[in-house]
């Protein structure tokens, strides 16, 4: 068994924290594990949840179409979340559960060594860029850390909430073309 397998076995095994207690499944991640990029939200919803899938709802719909609109498909990259359960609710993660999930998300970065790390949303861009990052100022913003070029855009549900931030996300999203075309070499753009 590769490291990748025995990761996500591990994970799917994780009993770490009180979600273990309510989770239909755990959400490991889907794509590409040798992508040079790297889709990172913050935990599951509840389509996701049932079907141990990512991005997989209407917000996964979305993000699809985004992904679309910059020649790219799920398959070249990698998505995953932050926390691999789905809180009740869909509340925010507590802290002891943002703990239990960490080591997960830092070995899979470990394996991967993506080029680019894009986090959906305001919660894991202040997770993985800086925890006061403000979405509303700096998404579709650049930074490298640790040699790894780091952006943040709008979560889809927010896109679905708040139809009046895509036209941000698009410019966004080109960006991120733009970026995958300087510093990637094996990511393929359909154009």
Not at 50 to 67: E, Y
Not at 113 to 128: D, H, T
Not at 175 to 181: D, G, S, T, V
Request: hydrophobic share 40%; with cysteine.
């Amino acid at each position: 068994m590769g490291e990748w397998e025995a990761l996500e076995q591990q994970c799917l095994a994780c009993q770490g924290c009180g979600l273990a207690q309510t989770r239909q499944h755990v959400v490991f991640g889907v794509g590409n594990r040798e992508a040079e990029v790297l889709l990172v939200g913050e935990a599951p919803g509840a389509a996701e949840d049932a079907q141990g899938q990512p991005f997989v709802g209407k917000a996964g719909q979305l993000l699809d179409d985004m992904l679309t609109m910059i020649g790219l498909h799920r398959s070249q990259i990698y998505i995953t979340n932050s926390i691999k359960c789905r809180p009740p609710n869909n509340r925010d993660p507590l802290n002891t559960e943002k703990d239990a999930c960490a080591g997960y998300l830092r070995r899979q970065l470990q394996l991967m060594q993506p080029k680019i790390i894009v986090c959906l949303g305001r919660i894991s861009a202040a997770e993985m860029i800086r925890p006061d990052f403000k979405i509303s100022r700096e998404h579709g913003q650049f930074t490298e850390k640790d040699g790894v070029w780091m952006t943040a855009l709008y979560h889809p549900a927010a896109l679905l909430r708040d139809p009046g931030k895509k036209p941000d996300t698009f410019v966004d999203l080109k960006a991120l073309q733009k970026k995958i075309r300087e510093v990637c070499e094996r990511t393929p753009l359909a154009f």
